[in-house]
C-alpha cells in the first residue's frame, strides 16, 4: 500500500508511532514524505536515520528546512536560534548524511498524484513541474552545490520567466516548490503571508485555487502549511498538520480511489514566534 506523510520536522517518535499506526511494512509498504523531515523537532538526526534505513519504502521530498540544512552544513548559511540541526552538523559522519539529503526529490509523480512540499505555480503543468524541479535537483547533486546554495536565498524573481536562468530561475523554482502559499493570478508570489488560506493578500490566491491552474487535473498533495490544517479534497492533500506544534502527524493511505486518513497526536517542540 502506498501513503503520502506530512511534515516529520524531526519528530522521530511521532514518525514512529505513525508507522506502527498503518501498520507499515517496508516490504510491502512505500512512504511518500513530503519534505521537511528535519528541524525544530527533537531529533533531527534519527528522523534521517529512520527514514534512509528504509531504502526504497521510502520517498522523501526537500522542503525548505532540508534545504536549509544543506546550505548551513555547505558553510553558505548562518544557523538559527530556533534550529534543531545540531545533531546531524556534530555527527561524526554528517558529510554522508548532507550527501543523502542532496540526492532527494524537490518533485516526484505516482499513484496518479503529483507530490510537492509546498506546491506549484499556475502557469506549470505536471511534466513542466517535474521538470523544474529537476533542473534544481541536478544542482543540488552537481561538484558546484556549495557555491549554488550560496545564492539560493532570496525572495527576488517573484514571477516566472521561462526564458530567465542560472541562479534566478533555480531560485524561484526552489521557493515555488518549498516555499509557496498565495500567488496572484499570474503567479507572482507571496513569500510574506504565513496564515491560512482565508487570509490571502489583497489580489492573491492560496495557489491551488488560483483560476485556471494548469495542473488542475492531477491531483496534488503538499505540505509545509501548518495553518492551512488537513485539507481532503478531491484533488488536493494538505499534510502538514503541526506536529512539530504540539498538533498531529498525518498520512494518508492510497487505496485505488479510497483515501484513509491516519493521524497520531504529537507533543509540542516549538512555540510559535
Ligand atoms: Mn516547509
Redesign the pocket.
Known sequence: MNYLIG?VQGCCDALDRLLAEIGFSPSRDRIHVL??LVNRGPQSLATLRRLRALGDAAVCLL???DLHLLAVAHGGRKAHRNDTLGDILQAPDRDAWIDWLRHRPLACSAHGWLMV??GVLPQWDVATTLALANEVESALRGPGVGEFLSVMYGDEPQAWQPSVAGAQRLRLIINVL?RIRFCTADGTLDLVSKEGAGAAPAGHFAWFDVPGRRTAGTPIAF??WSTLGLVNRPDLLALDTGCVWGGRLTAVRLDGDRREVIQVACEQAQAPG
Open positions: 511534515d519534505g521537511d522542503g525548505n528546512h512540499h509546498a518549498t505540505g509545509h
